[in-house]
């Protein structure tokens, strides 16, 4: 009896023997637990009526949990055969046990739920020594009954080491899903210890789901994330993937694990420089190949896509951009795809500028625009195409705006922006109405003189 104070089996023996006991506050709950253990049921309700009749308020809380709390366990108790019962209450009594590869779960299931630690070790051991490739399903139901029990996960690490053979046996195929989901999630064997271990899982699986096709079959694709192999660490969060499927989606990945890298046998890559949900998108992506972008949070996705080299994503980013073009964003999307050097999107977003250009001149980006920047979009070659526009007219306006957004900063700029002007492009009209009455010219004259020539003549 050791699992009870010597003070409360000493009172219980006692009413055992004269049937009269005097029961107290500090001492009823501990009673009325031995006497639900010994099926004293005349003491049990002694009990419950002490507890009724003084109940007050400084007791009520504790006497309400408690009552609660074997209003549960008397329930599970008696899901336990007598056999049981008797075994384990021999045990209380004398120390000792027998047991069996039959009564082992069974005991330790009730052990676990009376929380008599010292009959929880014995059976551990017991099955330590007893287990096989026969009984490991069983006993591993039997550790599963607590999933942080370091006994549980080593008769997992067993059944996985051994999947090969396990995974033909019909208690293993007649396994529920959520048990399949509890067994192999969260498995403890590394890849090193077992390198195919992604395999073997898979394979278990897609025999376990053909033992019963018609119900496990719209699960398959849920149940095919517990193989994964490679650990992606973002930030706070892991995100569990394939290998074989990053491969296949990513030149980095395919670059990572040529084995030509320091990195490429590890189990765990790192992401921290990524925001946590852009990183599970773009897994997701990779898994699907869908993904519904937003104007918010486009810029971060292409940039993990770009850093992991997902071409479909970039493409599908690529496109996501061009649809989205306005005035007011194309210049901000010209110069993110020409920082990433993704040309056919520069090229296309340079020609949606040009068509629009009147109206772009007009937006902050382009009045923002680095003098490099802004230069490189007036050279561009395709801007001759848009002959109807008087194209370096429009230049020649977009360049005084854009210096007037700064005069003082920027006015050193003015001839080479003239330079950059074709004489025969542009009408007398435009030239003596709007350039040679613009006081910057005379400023920079030697840079114009074409202008001057060109407007009164060569002198």
């Known amino acids: 009896m050791e699992h009870f104070e010597p003070e409360i089996a000493e009172i ?10 005097n029961l107290c506050a500090d001492t009823v709950m501990d009673i009325f637990q031995m006497a639900i253990f010994l099926q ?69 299931k009730m052990a676990n739920l009376l929380k008599i630690e010292k009959l929880r070790a014995i059976c551990i051991a017991f099955v330590r020594e007893k287990l096989s490739l026969q009984n490991c399903l069983q006993y591993w139901e039997l550790a599963d009954v607590d999933p942080e029990c370091e006994f549980r996960t080593y008769v997992q690490t067993y059944i996985i080491k051994s999947l090969n053979d396990v995974m033909n046996r019909t208690d293993f195929l007649e396994l529920e899903m959520k048990q399949i989901l509890r067994l192999l999630g969260g498995i403890k064997v590394t890849q090193s210890e077992l390198p195919n271990r992604a395999e ?37 969060k892991e995100i569990p993937v394939h290998k074989l499927k990053l491969v296949g989606a990513s030149k980095y990945f395919e670059s990572l694990f040529s084995g030509c890298f320091a990195d490429s046998g590890k189990n765990v890559i790192e992401l921290d420089q990524f925001e946590t949900a852009m990183v599970e998108m773009v897994v997701e992506f990779i898994y699907t190949g869908k993904m519904e972008l937003s104007i918010d949070m486009i810029v971060d996705i292409f940039e993990v896509a770009d850093f992991l080299q997902v071409e479909n994503l970039l493409q599908l ?8 073009a306005s005035s007011v964003n194309c210049v901000d999307f010209w110069k993110f795809a020409d920082f990433y050097g993704r040309t056919s999107l520069r090229t296309h977003l340079q020609t949606y500028i040009w068509k629009s250009f009147e109206d772009v001149t007009k937006t902050t980006d382009f009045l923002e625009l ?90």
């Open 12 to 21: 219980v023996t006692k009413y055992l023997h004269n049937g009269r006991i």
């Open 40 to 108: 004293l049921d005349e003491l049990s309700i002694i009990c419950a009526g002490f507890m009724q009749d003084s109940v007050n308020l400084t007791n009520c809380i504790a006497f309400w949990k408690f009552a609660a709390y074997f209003e549960k366990e008397i329930m599970e108790l008696d899901k336990f055969d007598p056999e049981i019962d008797d075994m384990v209450m021999g045990y209380l009594y004398s120390g000792k046990i027998k047991l069996t590869k039959e009564t082992a779960v069974n005991v330790f």
């Open 200 to 236: 073997l899982i898979h394979s278990a699986l897609m025999k376990w789901i053909s033992h019963n096709v018609p119900k496990r079959l719209p699960h398959i694709g849920y149940l095919l994330r517990l193989s994964f192999d490679l650990v992606l660490r973002v930030r706070d």
């Open 317 to 324: 980013c690529d496109r996501f951009f061009i649809d989205s």
């Open 370 to 459: 680095e003098f490099e920047d802004l230069k490189s979009l007036m050279t561009d070659p395709e801007m001759s195409e848009f002959e109807q526009l008087h194209p370096y007219e429009m230049m020649f306006s977009a360049s005084m705006l854009w210096i007037n957004h700064d005069v003082t900063m920027r006015r050193v700029y003015i001839g080479r922006l003239l330079e950059l002007l074709k004489d025969e492009e542009i009408r007398d009209s435009f030239l003596q109405d709007v350039i040679m009455p613009n006081e910057l010219i005379t400023e920079y004259f030697a840079n114009g003189r074409w202008l001057v020539e060109k407007c009164y003549g060569s002198s």
